[in-house]
């Protein structure tokens, strides 16, 4: 079965350096992987996903994510860090159940970014 | 690009009561529908799929007869909490797919509402 681990549920950058979110995959099958944002009492927002074509995967607000195989990993990054960058984030994987495709979520990396 | 409608944003209800959740798709049609319930700084659990037209598929351990979901049109989703008792009280959120994206297309993804906090009194 398809599953994703999303390592850390808590990281603290400081403005403009790096962030980095660990997610690895766990799947028999080549997988479709995704990170999305979710800022607090709202819905999730898809930043990227992964569908077997370019291993570099370029999002929204600056997000950029790699799937290393070899690795089974899919972690999320940025170069610079912004104050409005602090958020819930989940990576997640396709998975195919009675025929249709669902998505199972990591358990969330809580990004906070120290002025 | 795609957008999920749900309402209410917040509803507070007296115990014993049902509330109904609302999920519309604005733009596409939904063909598959998903109901997730999010706990205090903890992931999305998958609730139940809803395809249009067909009963919901329920995940185990979710009771089927007090979470009624309702999916009858390719562009609403409702889930009816019946009933409703304080250990209800959460954060759920609906997520749609567009049916006409298969997944290697761009646009292919499931779009989420921005949730509905219950609280349960």
């Known amino acids: 079965a398809q599953s994703v681990t999303q390592l850390g549920s808590h990281v603290s950058v400081s403005e403009g350096a790096l962030v980095l979110l660990r997610c690895n995959y766990s799947s028999s099958v080549p997988p479709y992987l995704f990170w999305y944002v979710q800022y607090p009492n709202q819905g999730l927002q898809l930043l990227l996903k992964?569908?077997?074509?370019?291993?570099l995967v370029k999002g929204i607000n600056g997000f950029e994510a790699e799937f290393k195989k070899s690795e089974t990993s899919f972690h999320l990054t940025k170069p610079s860090a912004h104050m409005s960058d602090a958020a819930e984030y989940f990576c997640?994987?396709?998975?195919?159940?009675?025929?249709?495709?669902?998505?199972?979520f990591g358990k969330g990396t809580k990004l906070s970014v120290i002025p | 690009g795609a957008v999920v409608s749900q309402h209410p944003s917040r509803v507070i209800c007296k115990s014993g009561t049902s509330v109904k959740i609302e999920c519309r798709s604005l733009?596409?049609?939904?063909?598959?529908m998903f109901w997730y319930r999010q706990f205090p700084k903890q992931s999305l659990m998958l609730m139940a799929t809803s395809n249009e037209g067909s009963k919901a598929t329920y995940e185990q351990g979710v009771e089927k007869d007090k979470f009624l979901i309702n999916h009858a049109s390719l562009t609403l989703s409702t889930l009816t909490v019946t009933s409703a008792h304080p250990e209800d009280s959460s954060f759920y959120i609906c997520?749609?797919?567009?049916?006409?994206?298969?997944?290697?297309?761009?646009?292919?993804?499931?779009?989420f509402g921005s949730g509905t906090r219950l609280t349960v009194v």
């Open positions: 997520s749609a797919r567009d049916g006409g994206q298969g997944i290697l297309k761009p646009n292919y993804g499931y779009t």
């Open positions: 733009d596409f049609q939904a063909t598959t």
């Open positions: 997640a994987v396709t998975v195919t159940r009675s025929g249709s495709y669902q998505l199972t």
């Open positions: 992964y569908t077997s074509a370019a291993t």
